[in-house]
């Protein structure tokens, strides 16, 4: 099981970046995928998921601003970010939840696949 996480970059404050994390080596249409970043000397923090109904949950942070959807047939789930800010800026991880039919709340532990990260930052 592989996840590739790609898209993202540098952009300046109230930009945009759509970052990707393809999956490969199995489907996984059935769990819960989640977004989480992690910005130098903080811990891992969630961000946002969706289950395999669709049905998503966003930390409050980026609530309004960040928009998680999947793509099946893809194997692929995606993070549009949208009026981005500084405090944004950290690596972005996709991870898959180990259970199957499950919500979209999942705690980060329960995430047992994850993807090795892309960089996003926003300048000011």
């Known amino acids: 099981v592989q996840l590739q996480a790609s898209g993202g970059g540098l952009v300046q404050a109230g930009g945009s970046l759509r970052l990707s994390c393809a999956a490969s080596g199995r489907t996984f249409s059935a769990n819960t995928m989640g977004w989480f970043r992690q910005a130098p000397g903080k811990e891992r923090e969630f961000v946002a998921s969706?289950?395999?109904?669709?049905?998503?949950y966003y930390a409050d942070s980026v609530k309004g601003r960040f928009t998680i959807s999947r793509d099946n047939a893809k194997n692929t789930v995606y993070l549009q970010m949208n009026s981005l800010r500084p405090e944004d800026t950290a690596v972005y991880y996709c991870a898959v939840d180990r259970t199957p039919w499950g919500s979209p709340f999942r705690p980060i532990s329960e995430y047992g696949s994850w993807g090795q990260g892309t960089q996003v930052t926003v300048s000011s």
């Open positions: 969706i289950n395999w109904s669709s049905i998503t």
